[in-house]
């Protein structure tokens, strides 16, 4: 089984801080990343997805990453009470179009 | 469009009780998803769908479980018989194929309880 790690949190910050939110996942064959957002009671939605090395940038959102390290981020700025939810990281495995997902990180922004 | 369509929102039922969830994905998109969701476990991917056609039903728990998808507008999953160990929520997604967007667009979920 292919595995996808996050710390479950809660991470909490400070409005207006950067919030970093980690993943880390065990198959070197994963081409695509992809974080998605899900508020208490509702369904997961997608933020960002990547599939270099590298940042990618989307608004107050940053994606990073390292396949040498297996290790794929989320950087929030600027971070806002409407973004305190649950993030969870996903990676596609292989040549498959099976998308495993982490068991989320629980973000807290502090007014 | 509507988004993914997800019945019943909320379930609940008696072990032993046969359970259907459904589920009417976005017209045009190729894929199906059906993923569960535990505090436990957290979103563990089921059985996915191409045009139809169950390509990997490796994350069938067991042989209590079945998932059909008889047209491109409708798919059900069914649990027979249940155990309280099915109390989850569960999502049907749907997407385009890859090379044409990865992402997944989710259902509201099916929230089942069994007693």
């Known amino acids: 089984q292919k595995e996808v790690e996050q ?12 919030a970093s939110l980690n993943c880390t996942y065990s198959d070197r064959g994963s081409q695509s990343f992809f974080w998605y957002r899900q508020y208490s009671g509702k369904s997961p939605e997608l ?3 990547i599939y270099s090395n590298g940042d990618k940038e989307d608004g107050r959102f940053t994606a990073q990453l390292n396949k040498a ?3 794929v981020s989320l ?3 600027d971070s806002q009470p409407s973004d305190s939810a649950t993030y969870l990281c996903a990676v596609r495995v292989d040549s498959s179009y099976k998308l495993i997902f ?10 | ?3 993914v369509i997800q019945s019943p929102r909320h379930e609940v039922t008696e072990m032993g009780q046969e359970v259907t969830l459904r589920c009417k994905p976005i017209s045009g998109h190729d894929y199906l998803f059906w993923y569960r969701q535990t505090m436990m476990r957290g979103l563990e991917l089921l ?9 990997d039903d490796s994350g069938m728990p067991e042989d209590r479980f079945s998932a059909k998808m008889p047209n491109a507008s409708f798919s059900t999953l069914k649990i027979q018989p249940s155990e309280p160990r099915d109390s989850a929520v569960y999502f049907c997604a749907s997407s385009l194929a890859p090379g044409l967007g990865e992402k997944l667009f989710f259902g509201s ?3 089942l309880s069994v007693l």
């Open chain 2, 109 to 111: 979920g099916t929230q």
């Open chain 1, 75 to 77: 950087l929030i700025r």
């Open chain 1, 47 to 49: 933020i960002m997805s």
């Open chain 1, 102 to 111: 982490g068991s989320g990180t629980r973000l807290l922004v502090r007014p």
């Open chain 2, 47 to 55: 059985i996915y769908f191409n045009n139809n056609v169950p390509i």
């Open chain 2, 1 to 3: 469009d509507a988004g």
């Open chain 1, 69 to 71: 390290s297996q290790y």
């Open chain 1, 7 to 18: 710390n479950s949190g809660p991470l909490s910050v400070p409005e207006g801080a950067i």
